[in-house]
């Protein structure tokens, strides 16, 4: 029997790296879309001399690595350069995240996809669950790993309103409160799903 294959997403700051965190340390299997990303785009990457040759070599900062954060503002800088970005970094991530989900045997796997939803890859999965959390929450949260207002506001309207994101999900999970609460409210679904596991194999 496979791994039971829980798709996982949420806006920018909802709390999906947290939720890996707990996930992995409760002993499930878990993927980052966003590692992916980062390893994809390293130097020898796949995704890394076509990203330069795209955006120029301005955006190569000091050892030859990616500046993220440079690539970022000129990718949310306009809807343009995020589509020039994604053609190139999507179809490298989503192969490689297919790849390990494949490689995941047993138990369960959580793969943490910001786009999940605007990239149609739900049906990879056995339930997708998101983590809503209130804008300015997810601004505040944003802000702290270092973007500014307005970067956080430009990458919120390229994803899914939470709302649209909350009614396509099998499972709506709020971050509002403390994070106490949240990884209590994901440990009890996290038990759930490991019982809804186990039922299955036995039948």
């Known amino acids: ?28 299997a878990t993927i980052d879309a966003d590692q992916i990303a ?6 020898g990457g796949p995704a890394y001399r076509r990203i330069v040759a795209a955006f120029g070599p301005s955006i190569v900062g000091r050892g030859g690595a990616l500046d993220r954060a440079k690539l970022a503002r000129l990718a949310f800088g306009s ?3 995020r589509r020039k970005l994604e053609a190139i970094a999507h179809p490298l991530i989503v192969k490689e995240l297919l790849r390990r989900l494949r490689a995941a045997k047993k138990g369960l796997v959580f793969a943490a996809v910001p786009l999940l939803f605007e990239a149609g890859l ?32 430009s990458r919120m309207r390229a994803q899914l ?25 994901l440990r009890s679904y996290y038990k759930g799903l490991e019982l809804l596991r186990l039922g299955a194999a036995a039948r």
């Open 1 to 28: 029997m496979r791994a039971l294959r829980i798709g996982l997403t949420g806006g920018l700051g909802a709390g999906k790296s947290l939720a890996l965190r707990a996930l992995s340390g409760w002993g499930a």
């Open 38 to 43: 980062r390893e994809q785009a390293a130097p």
């Open 79 to 81: 809807a343009r350069q």
């Open 122 to 153: 739900e049906e990879h999965f056995d339930l997708t669950m998101t983590i809503e959390a209130p804008a300015s929450t997810r601004r505040r949260r944003a802000r702290r790993r270092g973007l500014s207002e307005e970067e956080a506001r």
């Open 161 to 185: 309103p939470d709302r649209e994101r909350a009614r396509r999900a099998d499972v709506a999970l709020s971050n509002r409160g403390s994070r106490r609460r949240f990884v209590a409210a």
